[in-house]
Nanobody, 130 residues
Framework: QVQLVESGGGLAQAGASLRLSCIAS????????TAWFRQTPEKEREFLAA????????HYADAVKGRFNNSKDYDKNTMFLEINSLRPRGAAVYYC???????????????????????WGPGTRVTVTS
């Protein structure tokens, strides 16, 4: 079973930039992390960005398009989320996710629905000041 761990969160000023990381361990051949979500107590888990398992197709939520950038390092089993122009409403717990081939097999299309993912990290909290 793959394990995901997010890092890079913390206290940041509004307008700052952050670089979040998602490191996968254990079996990753069929469970590579492909998406980022965030969640607050008042909102359900919100989709941010996802990449396709096959190819280089990336999909971003309208709320973060142009400010967030997702990238992957296959050799290090790591996915990154670059956050630019951090806004106060961006304060949340950020999660990365990986799907199982038993639940999703359209590998050329990014999976953007939270319910489609089986594996999640514990999250990294981003707190915004000012």
């Amino acid at each position: 079973q793959v394990q995901l761990v997010e890092s890079g969160g913390g206290l940041a000023q509004a307008g700052a930039s952050l670089r979040l990381s998602c490191i996968a361990s254990g079996p990753t051949a069929n469970n590579y992390p492909t998406a980022w979500f965030r969640q607050t107590p008042e909102k359900e888990r919100e989709f941010l960005a996802a990449v396709s398992w096959v190819g280089d197709s990336t999909h971003y939520a309208d709320a973060v398009k142009g400010r967030f950038n997702n990238s992957k390092d296959y050799d290090k089993n790591t996915m990154f989320l670059e956050i630019n122009s951090l806004r106060p409403r961006g304060a949340a717990v950020y999660y990365c996710a990986a799907f199982s081939s038993d639940n999703y097999d359209n590998y050329q299309v990014p999976l953007i629905v939270a319910s489609g993912y089986e594996y999640w990290g514990p999250g990294t909290r981003v707190t915004v000041t000012s």
